[in-house]
């Protein structure tokens, strides 16, 4: 008797169809037995638990007003104190100068990036603008930025006379460094650094990309402005050529 008989066969008899109903879910579940034994099942993940704070007030800084800057002001003690745990970080992650200055810079990055829009939302909506040419840019950071970071302009701003795609933002007395106490040994350590992140990363959001923007310092020899930094800003070759186009066609 071949299989199609003997199917027939069973599905005419109630007690045969019903043994070949058990048998096909005895087969499933060995099958899937055997697909199985080779995995270990996950536990349920665990339901989020926040780890913010909130005061009593249930509010968080997210909830404040952007527009809200002089009332929202920090003490130069409270940044001096953060800003050099910054610093014992990295230096303890560092081996070398350039290492840590990398660090640095890296840190003040991504609050560049978000600076650019932070701060274009706070003018006033009829003149807010959006830097389109490269100095208008380094104006605004020379100017607007450096207000917003530390209450004052930056001290000058300046192109090469070399270089087209280099230009040079001078503070006399940065105050990133105005309490930082430097060894010796590591003289060549300039913590304003971090600051060349920040310059950095609002040139790129603004979409000026940079060959990275390096600090020196220019104050060795200098008795009115020992601290005297310049941070140095050289733009990619695709900015200056888009930046020439622009005047070429009269914009």
Not at 84 to 99: A, F, Q, R
Not at 138 to 154: D, E, K, N, V
Not at 171 to 179: F, G, K, Q, S
Not at 212 to 234: N, Q, R, Y
Request: proline fraction near 5%; charge should be positive; aromatic fraction near 8%.
């Amino acid at each position: 008797m071949n299989f199609h008989n003997a199917l027939m066969k069973t599905c005419v008899n109630p007690e045969g169809l019903w043994c070949l109903r058990l048998c096909r879910t005895a087969i499933v579940g060995v099958l899937l037995e055997a697909k199985t034994a080779n995995y270990i099942p996950i536990p349920p993940a665990k339901p989020f638990q926040s780890t913010l704070r909130y005061p009593s007030n249930r509010k968080t800084i997210y909830d404040r007003n952007l527009n809200r800057t002089k009332t929202t002001e920090i003490s130069l003690a409270s940044f001096a104190y953060l800003f050099n745990t910054l610093i014992t970080y990295h230096h303890s992650k560092s081996s070398s100068v350039s290492e840590i200055e990398s660090r640095l810079n890296r840190a003040g990055y991504p609050i560049g990036i978000k600076m650019l829009d932070l701060l274009l939302y706070r003018q006033p909506p009829r003149s807010a603008t959006r830097p389109t040419r490269i100095v208008e840019l380094l104006q605004f950071i020379h100017g607007t930025l450096w207000r917003a970071l530390f209450s004052r302009s930056a001290d000058a701003l300046e192109k090469s006379t070399t270089k087209n795609n280099e230009y040079m933002i001078i503070d006399n007395e940065p105050l990133v460094n105005t309490y930082i106490s430097i060894p010796k040994e590591m003289s060549q350590l300039n913590c304003a650094a971090f600051v060349g992140g920040i310059i950095e990363g609002m040139c790129d959001a603004a979409g000026f990309s940079t060959d990275g923007v390096s600090v020196h310092s220019a104050g060795e020899g200098d008795e009115m402005w020992p601290g005297k930094t310049i941070f140095l800003v050289k733009f990619k070759e695709s900015v200056v050529e888009r930046e020439e186009a622009i005047k070429a066609s009269g914009g």
